[in-house]
Structure formats: C-alpha cells, structure tokens
C-alpha cells in the first residue's frame, strides 16, 4: 500500500486537529477512533516527525502540524469546492459551515438559516457563534459573517441583514447624578460603558448623525468595557454610566423605564454585516446557494 498522504488523510488530520481530539476528530469523519489513531500513525512514519503532541489528558498538533495545515488549507479547500462542484447545482447537499458574530442570530441569521433549510432540505447547517475574530480557512469554515472592519483583504464580501439599530441609554439614576447630554458633542464630559469587539482591542465606536449630512464619533470617558451586549445593558441600568447598544438589546428595558433614551434622534445605525467567502471559483452548490439566497432574502413582514 503507498505511503503518499491522501485527501482523506488530510482531511482526518485536520479533524483531528480542529476538533482537539482523535475521538473527536473521528466523528466528524464517522471513523473509529482507532482507525483515527491508525491513520496518524501512518502519517507521521511518512514524514519522519509527530504530527500530534498526546499526553492522557490531551492532543495538540505540533508546530509541524500547525504550519501543514496553515499551508496546506487552502488548496484543500479549493480541492474540496472543486470536487463539490461537480455534483449537481440543482441539488445542493452536504454540510454548509458558517460562523457569525453572536448578535447576527437574533438579528437576521437564524431566520435566514430556517428559510434556507425550508429550502434546501438536503443540506445541514453549521452555525458557530462566536464574537472573536475567526480564521475560516483555519476552522473549516465555508462562510463568515462579520462586520466590515473586520473582514479579511483577501476574501470576497457582500451585505447582509439589516442595518443595526442603536439607542445612547441612561439610566434615571445616572440622569439624576449626571443629568443628559444635550447633544453628541456632550458626550466626552460623561461615563460611558464601551462595548469591546471580543479578541481585539478595538472599542465599538460611539457614531452619531449630523444635522448636515454625514457622522461624528464621540466617545465617552471610559467607565467600564465589556465584551457582551447583555452586559453594557445590565452595567447601564445599574446607573454605572451611558451605554451606546444594540437598540434590540435595550427595548425592552427602555418600555420599562429602567433606562432612557438618549438623543434618539441623533443616533446612528451601524453598517450592515457582511456575509465572506474565499473564492467565486468552483463553489459547492450548498456555498453558491445561501449565498443567493442572502441576496435576495428578506425577513417576512418587511417586503
């Protein structure tokens, strides 16, 4: 039998690699983990060096392994596009991996993802929710959502979703302490919870409208940071300073009193999302068509 590593080796050491585990990374290819362990083996003693640092507790790749799947992702995945292709548009099948920020749920993708699956009963899909900056060559993503500061160069990109809603809030606590400011260019004099994109040091920025057209950002004085949309809400109603969130996020508890309204007039939406994907060449019918879809869809009730 030849000692030449296969696609399918390449995929199970992936696997296993991505998933932290041999019994792990086994089901994801619905092998044995002994077969698993077999095929690594027969891999390391191929090229001359461990692949897998094993200990009872763990498996980690080694550095070798690290830089083979950073080198060899990517024409795995146009290998992988290009096998797919050849199987019938009109019958999309298999499963479509997608990773999003935790807030595109609740905004649109969840109701994309049941629209799309209505659909495409063939295809099963992966949803990863995960705030962090994401490497999808890397995590064996075939899209990501993200917002636009956060797309890579090298990949393409269209909108998706809606525009995102803000609402400046306070609660009557800190109005009674602080009082309002009575425009944005009293913001900087008040504390302010700032809202951190989560695996970066970048502050969401507190955008507002002109009367003219156009922006300007004013930020506050830093009070506390948080990484959780939930979290600038519960820190706002406490009275610890004004919030800039997610308008979803706050309604209810603006209904309720809990928290006010802030210059809502002068309030701007954030840029939509942005659906990414790597290549437009030789795409897996599943890829090509939630990406068709993502164009046209629109939630129901909104035309």
């Known amino acids: 039998m030849s000692n030449d590593l296969s696609l399918d080796d390449l995929r199970v050491l992936r696997a296993v690699a991505t998933a932290g585990g041999f019994r792990a990374g086994a089901a994801r290819h619905g092998l044995s983990p002994s077969r698993v362990s077999e095929i690594v083996r027969r891999c390391e003693d191929r090229i001359g060096a461990r692949l897998f640092e094993r200990t009872s507790r763990s498996v980690r790749p080694s550095d070798l392994m690290t830089r083979l799947l950073r080198d060899a992702e990517r024409p ?6 290009l096998i797919a292709s050849l199987g019938s548009d009109d019958d999309p099948a298999g499963t479509l991996r997608i990773g999003a920020p935790v807030a595109a749920g609740p905004l649109f993708l969840t109701a994309l993802a049941a629209d799309y699956l209505a659909r495409y009963p063939a295809v099963a899909l992966d949803l990863r929710f995960e705030d962090a900056p994401v490497d999808g060559v890397a995590e064996g993503l075939d899209l990501v959502v993200r917002s636009e500061v956060l797309l890579d160069a090298d990949h393409h990109a269209l909108p998706i979703g809606p525009e995102v809603q803000t609402a ?9 302490r602080r009082g309002l400011p009575a425009s944005p260019d009293e913001v900087p004099d008040h504390d302010g919870i700032c809202f951190r994109i989560r695996g970066t040091n970048r502050l969401a920025p507190w955008s507002f409208a002109l009367d003219s057209a156009g922006r300007v950002v004013r ?24 919030a800039l969130a997610y308008r ?9 009193g809990a928290l006010i309204d802030v210059l809502p007039e002068r309030t701007a939406p954030l840029p939509r999302f942005h659906l990414a994907y790597r290549t437009r060449r030789h795409m897996a019918p599943s890829v090509r ?7 046209r869809w629109r939630p129901v009730g909104t035309g």
Do not use: C, N, W
């Not at 795995?76 to 596009?81: F, I, K, S, V």
């Not at 979803?248 to 309720?256: K, N, S, T, W, Y």
């Open 76 to 81: 795995l995945a146009e290998l992988e596009d």
């Open 168 to 176: 400046l809030v306070a609660a009557p606590a800190y109005v009674a």
């Open 219 to 242: 930020m506050p004085k830093l009070r506390a940071v948080v990484d959780s949309q939930p979290d600038v809400a519960a820190l706002a109603g406490a009275g610890a300073g004004l």
């Open 248 to 256: 979803g996020a706050v309604a209810g508890m603006i209904a309720a």
């Open 289 to 295: 068509t939630f990406i068709d879809m993502a164009k």
